[in-house]
Structure formats: structure tokens, C-alpha cells
């Protein structure tokens, strides 16, 4: 099984920086093609902030624009998320997300997506 774990999140005022990191590890990963940050506020649905594709093709939200950067290690299966001029409606649970092949221990392969558990972000006004 693969996991992902996530690091970097905390609390930070408005205006301020944060950088999240998500390492997945577990089985042998063959590749990963699309890694993401997802984030959820309470009360809210769970919403797409950027995501990558293994050819370094990004998508952002709309409200991360000129603010988020995504970018990803390969040779890690890392993929950060950095956060500049960070506000208060900024604040969620970010999770990440990827879309990889793996290599199970039969040696059978197989496609699967997965999440993090989750990394709290608050920004204080």
C-alpha cells in the first residue's frame, strides 16, 4: 500500500507564507501522474486548490491564482504547496492527493488514487 503524508501546515497571519509538502511511500511507485492539494473548510465541500501532472502541467483555483505555486519532485514522489499572501478564507484542512501506479509485492501493478490525511491551515486576520 502506498501512503501520503503531508507536513507544513499550521497558523499563520494574513499576509503570511506556508509551504506544504506530501511525500507518498509504501509500495514501488512507477509513476504518478497527476499529484494535488485538495482543502475542505467546515461546512464546506471539499475543493480542488492546484494540481499537477507528471509533464509539470498545473491547474489552479480561480482563488489561489498569483498567490499558490505547485510544483512536484519526482525523484522524492514529493509534491509542495506554496502559499504566499495568504488570507483568512485560505483557512481549511488541505489534503493531498495522488494518481499513481504501483507495483504490489505478487508483482502485479496497479492503478489507484490516493489522499492524505489531512494538514490543518488557519489564517488569523
Known amino acids: 500500500q502506498v501512503q501520503l503524508v503531508e507536513s507544513g501546515g499550521g497558523l499563520v497571519q494574513a499576509g503570511g507564507s506556508l509551504r506544504l509538502s506530501c511525500a507518498a511511500s509504501g509500495s514501488i511507485i512507477l509513476s504518478i501522474n497527476v499529484m494535488g492539494w485538495y482543502r475542505q473548510a467546515p461546512g464546506k465541500q471539499r475543493e480542488l486548490v492546484a494540481k499537477?501532472?507528471?509533464?509539470?502541467?498545473?491547474t489552479y483555483a480561480d482563488s489561489v491564482k498569483g498567490r499558490f505555486a505547485i510544483s512536484r519532485d519526482n525523484a522524492k514522489n514529493t509534491v509542495y504547496l506554496q502559499m504566499n499572501s495568504l488570507k483568512p478564507e485560505d483557512t481549511a484542512v488541505y489534503y493531498c492527493?495522488?494518481?499513481?501506479?504501483?507495483?504490489?509485492?505478487?508483482?502485479?501493478?496497479?492503478?489507484?488514487?490516493?489522499w492524505g490525511q489531512g494538514t490543518q491551515v488557519t489564517v488569523s486576520s
Open positions: 499537477i501532472t507528471n509533464d509539470d502541467s498545473t
Open positions: 492527493n495522488a494518481d499513481l501506479v504501483a507495483r504490489q509485492s505478487t508483482g502485479s501493478y496497479y492503478s489507484k488514487n490516493y
